[in-house]
């Protein structure tokens, strides 16, 4: 797979000026690159970036779906709402809503189900934390996470997901995690899906997330089970992103 997934995930920055500079920074980025581009912002500002993006191929996604489908569920969106404004792709189980909303193993793959069967492309996070890391315990962390996704969508519709592997110790402390120890996470969890399914493992995406920037971006894309980035603070700053862009 030469063309690599470059997805930025705005969480809750942004403005309706400040949008429109980016964006169309990221156009002139994305038009000159092999690598697909995918822009998630807050949910108040999916519709411009919608309109801002029209006819280019820049993808857009959203940060986050309601486990329901519609009703009294004051300050939640939809995911026939998303849909309605060009998202193609939704964020699930970032470990932000994890940690500060409470967000279970559970949800989350309650959640990936919702988008599959509306057929948008969850983009699942996963990882471990600091002391998981340090124990070595990752592995435990990572099947914890994969387990109930793997057992409420099942295995003939596993092709239809995309992991982000998110160090939860490397999200926005600048400390990245190294591109050869994030390969052999990115390589535990194609095996783990490979155990379902081989064909599905071996054309399964998965993102790598935590402090990437322009200077090593290339190191995480240069490895074999990394088939793109999910960049955060980095995804903000325009001559940044637009290198992140670039980059093979
Ligand atoms: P970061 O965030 O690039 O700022 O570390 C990544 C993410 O949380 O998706």
């Not at 026939?80 to 559970?106: N, P, W």
């Not at 120890?181 to 490979?194: D, M, P, Q």
């Not at 990437?212 to 960049?231: K, M, R, T």
Request: with cysteine; net charge negative.
């Amino acid at each position: 797979m030469s063309s690599k997934l470059i997805a930025a995930n705005w969480k809750m920055n942004g403005s309706l000026k400040e949008n429109v500079s980016l964006i169309e920074a990221v156009k002139i980025a994305a038009s000159n690159s092999e690598n697909e581009v995918l822009i998630i912002p807050p949910t108040i500002y999916i519709d411009q970036v919608h309109c801002l993006i029209k006819e280019c191929d820049v993808k857009l996604g959203a940060q986050n779906i309601s486990s329901q489908i519609k009703g009294a569920f004051t300050g939640e969106t939809s995911v026939s709402m998303i849909k309605e404004f060009g998202c193609h792709y939704s964020l699930v189980g970032h470990s932000e809503r994890r940690a500060m909303y409470g967000e279970t193993d559970q949800l989350v793959a309650e959640k990936t189900k919702i988008l599959i069967d509306n057929n948008i492309v969850p983009i699942i996070c996963i990882g471990e934390t600091k002391s998981e890391r340090e124990s070595g315990e990752w592995r435990n962390a990572i099947n914890r996470q994969l387990r109930p996704i793997l057992s409420v969508i099942g295995e003939k519709k596993l092709d239809k997901i995309v992991f982000a592997y998110e160090p939860v110790w490397a999200i926005g402390t600048g400390l990245s995690a190294n591109a050869q120890s994030a390969n052999e996470v990115h390589e535990y969890i194609c095996c783990t899906i490979s155990e379902k399914n081989d064909n599905i493992a071996n054309a399964l995406e998965i993102l790598y997330g935590g402090s990437v920037n322009g200077d090593n971006v290339s190191d995480y894309l240069a490895q074999p089970y990394i088939n793109g980035v999910l960049v955060g603070g980095a995804s903000l700053d325009k001559d940044i992103f637009a290198k992140i862009i670039a980059s093979k």
